[in-house]
Nanobody, 122 residues
C-alpha cells in the first residue's frame, strides 16, 4: 500500500502565500509523476501542477507564474509553493503520485492523498 499525506493548508488572505507538502510512504519502488490537483466546491477536480521524476514541471494556466512545484526524490516528497493567492484558488488540494510498487514488473498505480483545504478569503 502507498500512503500520501498532505500538509500546509489553511486560511490565507488574498495576495498571500502558502506552501503545501506531500510525503509518500509505503511499498514504493519508484515514483514517476507527482503532482497536485484541486477541487473547489461544486466543481470537478482539476490539475494544478505536476512534476516528473527528472524535474520537468507542468502547470495549469490559472496558476502559471504564481505557483511553483518542487520535488525531493530522496524523501519522496512534493511541494507546492503558492503565491499571490486569489479567492478562486480556494479548494481542497490533493496530492497525486504515479507509483511503481513491485520490482518484478513495471506496472504503476495512481495514489491520492486525503486532501488539504486551502481557503483564500479576507
Amino acid at each position: 500500500q502507498v500512503q500520501l499525506v498532505e500538509s500546509g493548508g489553511g486560511l490565507v488572505q488574498p495576495g498571500g502565500s502558502l506552501r503545501l507538502s506531500c510525503a509518500a510512504s509505503g511499498r514504493i519502488v519508484s515514483i514517476n509523476v507527482m503532482g497536485w490537483y484541486r477541487q473547489a466546491p461544486g466543481k470537478q477536480r482539476e490539475l494544478v501542477a505536476t512534476m516528473s521524476s527528472s524535474g520537468s514541471a507542468n502547470y495549469s494556466d490559472p496558476v502559471k507564474g504564481r505557483f511553483t512545484i518542487s520535488r525531493d526524490n530522496a524523501k519522496k516528497m512534493v511541494h507546492l509553493q503558492m503565491n499571490s493567492l486569489k479567492p478562486e484558488d480556494t479548494a481542497v488540494y490533493y496530492c497525486n503520485a504515479d507509483v511503481r510498487t513491485s520490482v518484478f514488473n513495471l506496472r504503476t498505480s495512481d495514489a491520492w492523498g486525503q486532501g488539504t483545504l486551502v481557503t483564500v478569503s479576507s
